[in-house]
């Protein structure tokens, strides 16, 4: 039973170990985050300036679609379900992942969908080029023959996030060690239970809306074709009723990371646990019936943008009530600033950010003015950048020398985070002005009076995009020359079975469930 | 330890102070990087909209303020360097409550000017004439519905300029070969739509962004109370061509939108004139040239060789050097389910007839064949 890993290259490939499939997650997921930040780089660029510069508008077109895509199905997602396989069996005191076998088929198949997308760049016709959310029927009808390909890709993506959240729910609901009731859980694992059932819910959803295009493109069927009887607003509608639960998907497992690190460096308790789980769940539930706020210009009638308008105001309640947790946890705490730390804080003041022009979107309108505009831009940004990269972030640091014994330099860290921070907010504070007054996103050129925010939001991304090379060579250092650390508990205030492990975590966890009181 | 945080106090005083003297003066200085805010615009809905966006946007600086506040103060004061014990509270229903219940509550206070703005945003009742603005790849066109008046809007903006070849003029990608012209003060209704792909019709200073969906046709409107050029983009994806199909409206006083209307009346009809004309080679070749360099060349690139992949070429295609009624055919009518227009709606016959001249003879398709106004009007009522 105790043996360790196995040896040379078959280990990553046939392994079964959650901590490995969680490395193999995280490292897969660093690779695309890279790619989708050269993508971006190359958006930057040709914003840098009025005129084209760079690229042609059609390859700008690839580039904010591949943007989109590989940041969101290939970086952000892949990160928190690597979190959750290194983390869940530890926080609750199992010793590996329900189905080892599924988790390493689930890793496995997510090299191809993207090495399936990445190819399409070198097609004829070009990358897919109708953004990220892909409407109908600019990405059926009008599609470069890559199209077929992106559909593929999606459709891999999709089977690999259910197989990892069966595998997470199946986890969580099982193997739980003894005395650990759900309501004793940590919110990481709350976070992610509640984000698996709602990724089983949604994945099906998207793949009935690309098989639907893959039928319209192909045999000449018309789902999405008003010429034929369909309808393009119907693309819509079921785009974002998968749409808008995934954006949840992307942010409660950053709740829960957040969760962790804010008591951990506050050394005091996490206010309001319960009142956490609640709005967890609240805000997952909204999150099914509020769609249609990305469609308030479409021509819906009046009573279903009065519905829509309210009910997304709604969400603005519980994510409200889980920023005060997080700033009553740290009042009257005994505060330091190590670099989890300073993440996880500015997730919370830029997250707030996001969420303050979230209510602002969700006004009706108003939104008519700010729809797909850089005001949007910026609103999704904050939320997601500041929001999930931030606090994925965060959770490196903060669990990487439990990871491998290795404590990161904290000059460093802090140095990468200063340069992030400063980098983020020069690149997408300005996208707030530059949508207001009146750039429209997804253009690959623009009018002469947003020249000069445009210029100041690519200089940000270039800061923004060097920091994240320091990133990865602060981890690497890490792991090759970082100081040794043995004891358990590296920081101070944390709390959880994940801290009463050896430093590093032995292959093999918890054979024996721990006795949780 | 008190004295500990006063010194980081101090510390961040001086940034701030710092701060508020430069604001002002970056405020000054910054009034040439264009406008940071959202436009009050010159209709009763925008002005509406703005309100609102402001009401909502002070409520979240003043909830940004406590929030944030609170948040600072404990990170300056609550710190262990500083030996502050932490507290062991972490529960209070009451607070939990009130935090719960005084948001939904200034929402609800939102959701009033909210809703009646919606309302007055879509009683489009009572109009006075009707625009129908129909969306293209990458162009809108505009139909005075019951006028018989229709016309293509592009871009005019030079290749040059935007390919940095030559200086960006004032408004650069904000420029039209025809604007749309309305009356002040006069409720015009907009009925939208697209042929292709969906676009989406924004006049940022009227507060009115709608769809233009195929197969749907959307309702709007507008009573600008200023006469003036006002203008506006896409802003939905619809392409290559997305960000270089702008919007431009020129109001004009009421009796002046009168004379233009008659002109361009007039105009159409002499237009129609031309079309019984007998044109020579060099006469179609030279209009084609320009025609299709405005209309086709987005798609088929102006060497004719069109994007491989994506758009087919016409420089020596089956269609553009095989029988003539083919070729006819597919401009006039298109192709559905491709990126290929019917043009028969959006051109006149003399350039039409020119445009397939010129296809047919341009870039080594010397077929030598011309093709007359008359034999395109026959096409389009022989079927
Ligand atoms: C207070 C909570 C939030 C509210 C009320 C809110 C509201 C909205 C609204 C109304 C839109 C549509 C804007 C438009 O297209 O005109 C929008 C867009 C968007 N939001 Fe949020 N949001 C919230 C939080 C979040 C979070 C947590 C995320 C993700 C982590 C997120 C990600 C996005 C994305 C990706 C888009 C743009 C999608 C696209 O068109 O490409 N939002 N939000
Ligand atoms: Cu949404
Ligand atoms: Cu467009």
């Given at each position: 039973?105790?043996?360790?890993?196995?040896?040379?290259?078959?280990?990553?490939?046939?392994?079964?170990?959650?901590?490995?499939?969680?490395?193999?997650?995280?490292?897969?997921?660093?690779?695309?985050?890279?790619?989708?930040?050269?993508?971006?780089?190359?958006?930057?660029?040709?914003?840098?300036?009025?005129?084209?510069?760079?690229?042609?508008?059609?390859?700008?077109?690839?580039?904010?679609?591949?943007?989109?895509?590989?940041?969101?199905?290939?970086?952000?997602?892949?990160?928190?379900?690597?979190?959750?396989?290194?983390?869940?069996?530890?926080?609750?005191?199992?010793?590996?992942?329900?189905?080892?076998?599924?988790?390493?088929?689930?890793?496995?198949?997510?090299?191809?969908?993207?090495?399936?997308?990445?190819?399409?760049?070198?097609?004829?016709?070009?990358?897919?080029?109708?953004?990220?959310?892909?409407?109908?029927?600019?990405?059926?009808?009008?599609?470069?023959?890559?199209?077929?390909?992106?559909?593929?890709?999606?459709?891999?993506?999709?089977?690999?996030?259910?197989?990892?959240?069966?595998n997470i729910i199946a986890t969580v609901l099982n193997l739980r060690a003894p005395g650990m009731t759900l309501m004793k859980m940590p919110l990481f694992v709350w976070t992610w239970l509640i984000t698996a059932f709602l990724l089983v819910a949604v994945m099906p959803v998207l793949a009935g809306a690309v098989t639907m295009m893959l039928m319209d493109v192909n045999f000449g069927t018309s789902f999405f074709n008003a010429a034929g009887g369909g309808d393009p607003v119907l693309f819509q509608h079921v785009f974002w009723f998968f749409g808008h639960p995934e954006v949840y998907i992307i942010i409660l497992p950053a709740f829960g990371v957040i969760s962790a690190i804010i008591?951990?460096?506050?050394?005091?308790?996490?206010?309001?646990?319960?009142?956490?789980?609640?709005?967890?769940?609240?805000?997952?539930?909204?999150?099914?019936?509020?769609?249609?706020?990305?469609?308030?210009?479409?021509?819906?009638?009046?009573?279903?943008?009065?519905?829509?308008?309210?009910?997304?105001?709604?969400?603005?309640?519980?994510?409200?009530?889980?920023?005060?947790?997080?700033?009553?946890?740290?009042?009257?705490?005994?505060?330091?600033?190590?670099?989890?730390?300073?993440?996880?804080?500015a997730f919370v003041i830029l997250f707030t950010m996001g969420g303050f022009t979230g209510l602002m979107l969700s006004?009706?309108?108003?939104?008519?003015?700010?729809?797909?505009?850089?005001?949007?831009?910026?609103?999704?940004?904050?939320?997601?950048?500041?929001?999930?990269?931030?606090?994925?972030?965060?959770?490196?640091?903060?669990?990487?020398?439990?990871?491998?014994?290795?404590?990161?330099?904290?000059?460093?860290?802090?140095?990468?985070?200063?340069?992030?921070?400063?980098?983020?907010?020069?690149?997408?504070?300005?996208?707030?002005?530059?949508?207001?007054?009146?750039?429209?996103?997804?253009?690959?050129?623009?009018?002469?009076?947003?020249?000069?925010?445009n210029m100041v939001s690519s200089i940000g991304a270039f800061i923004y995009g060097a920091a994240q090379l320091l990133f990865l060579f602060n981890v690497i250092r890490t792991i090759v020359a970082g100081k040794p650390v043995t004891e358990p508990k590296t920081w101070e205030g944390a709390e959880g079975l994940e801290w009463t492990l050896p430093t590093p975590a032995p292959y093999h966890t918890f054979s024996t469930p721990p006795e949780v009181k | 330890m008190l004295s500990k945080a006063k010194l980081l106090f101090a510390r961040m005083l001086v940034p701030l102070l710092l701060l508020s003297v430069a604001g002002p003066v970056m405020a000054e200085k910054t009034r040439h990087w264009g406008d940071l805010n959202m436009t009050r615009g010159v209709t009763d809905v925008s002005r509406q909209i703005y309100d609102l966006h402001m009401i909502i946007f002070w409520i979240c600086v003043v909830i940004g303020v406590l929030v944030f506040g609170v948040m600072i103060f404990s990170m300056f004061v609550h710190r262990k360097s500083l030996g502050y014990k932490a507290a062991n509270f972490h529960e209070s229903t009451t607070v939990e409550i009130a935090w719960t219940v005084v948001p939904a509550l200034i929402l609800i206070v939102m959701a009033v000017p909210a809703t009646s703005a919606l309302l007055n945003l879509y009683d489009t009742t009572e109009a006075e004439m009707d625009v129908l603005i129909t969306g293209y790849q990458w162009k809108w066109q505009y139909e005075y519905l019951g006028e018989d008046v229709s016309f293509i809007s592009e871009l005019s903006t030079p290749e040059s300029e935007i390919y940095n070849t030559a200086d960006k003029n004032e408004h650069y990608l904000q420029q039209v070969s025809q604007p749309l012209v309305i009356p002040v003060d006069t409720k015009v209704r907009f009925l939208v739509t697209a042929k292709d792909v969906i676009h989406s019709w924004w006049m940022t200073e009227f507060g009115v962004k709608r769809d233009a969906i195929p197969g749907f046709v959307n309702e709007t409107w507008a009573r600008v109370e200023k006469t003036g050029t006002y203008r506006g983009e896409c802003t939905e994806l619809c392409g290559k061509g997305h960000a270089f199909m702008p919007i431009v409206v020129e109001v004009v006083e009421k009796d002046e939108f009168a004379t233009w209307l008659s002109e361009k009346k007039a105009e159409v009809a002499a237009i129609r004139e031309l079309t019984s004309k007998e044109f020579s080679l060099e006469e179609l070749m030279t209009t084609g040239e320009a025609a299709y360099n405005r209309t086709c060349a987005a798609c088929h690139m102006a060497n004719g060789e069109g994007i491989p992949g994506v758009f087919p070429a016409v420089k020596g295609s089956a269609i553009a050097t095989g029988p003539v009624t083919d070729h006819l055919s597919i401009v006039i009518n298109g192709k559905t389910g491709t990126a290929m227009q019917a043009f028969g709606a959006q051109l006149s016959e003399v350039d039409l007839a020119a445009i397939i001249t010129y296809e047919r003879n341009a870039w080594g398709n010397s077929t030598g064949d011309v093709v007359q106004p008359i034999e395109i009007l026959n096409f389009k009522q022989g079927q």
């Open positions: 039973m105790a043996h360790g890993p196995a040896k040379g290259i078959g280990r990553w490939i046939f392994t079964t170990n959650h901590k490995d499939i969680g490395t193999l997650y995280l490292w897969f997921s660093f690779a695309m985050f890279l790619l989708g930040g050269f993508f971006a780089m190359v958006i930057r660029a040709e914003l840098f300036e009025p005129g084209m510069q760079i690229v042609r508008p059609e390859f700008f077109n690839q580039m904010t679609t591949m943007h989109g895509l590989v940041m969101v199905f290939g970086a952000i997602m892949p990160a928190f379900v690597g979190l959750a396989n290194w983390m869940i069996p530890m926080m609750i005191g199992a010793p590996d992942m329900a189905l080892p076998r599924m988790n390493n088929l689930s890793f496995w198949i997510l090299p191809f969908a993207f090495a399936i997308l990445a190819s399409t760049l070198f097609m004829e016709g070009g990358a897919p080029n109708f953004g990220w959310t892909f409407y109908a029927p600019l990405s059926t009808t009008y599609a470069p023959p890559s199209v077929n390909y992106f559909i593929f890709g999606v459709h891999i993506m999709g089977a690999s996030s259910i197989m990892g959240s069966i008591p951990a460096f506050s050394r005091k308790p996490l206010f309001g646990y319960s009142s956490m789980v609640y709005a967890t769940a609240a805000i997952a539930f909204l999150s099914f019936i509020v769609w249609a706020h990305h469609m308030f210009t479409v021509g819906m009638p009046l009573t279903g943008e009065l519905y829509f308008m309210y009910a997304t105001m709604l969400i603005a309640v519980p994510t409200g009530v889980k920023v005060f947790n997080w700033i009553s946890t740290m009042f009257r705490g005994a505060m330091t600033f190590e670099t989890p730390m300073l993440f996880a804080i006004i009706a309108p108003s939104d008519i003015q700010y729809h797909d505009t850089y005001f949007v831009v910026a609103h999704f940004h904050y939320v997601m950048v500041a929001g999930a990269v931030f606090s994925g972030t965060a959770a490196v640091y903060y669990w990487l020398p439990k990871w491998c014994g290795k404590m990161y330099d904290e000059t460093m860290g802090k140095l990468q985070f200063w340069i992030a921070f400063i980098g983020f907010n020069i690149t997408f504070f300005p996208q707030h002005f530059l949508g207001l007054a009146g750039m429209p996103r997804r253009y690959a050129d623009y009018a002469l009076q947003f020249a000069d925010w | -």
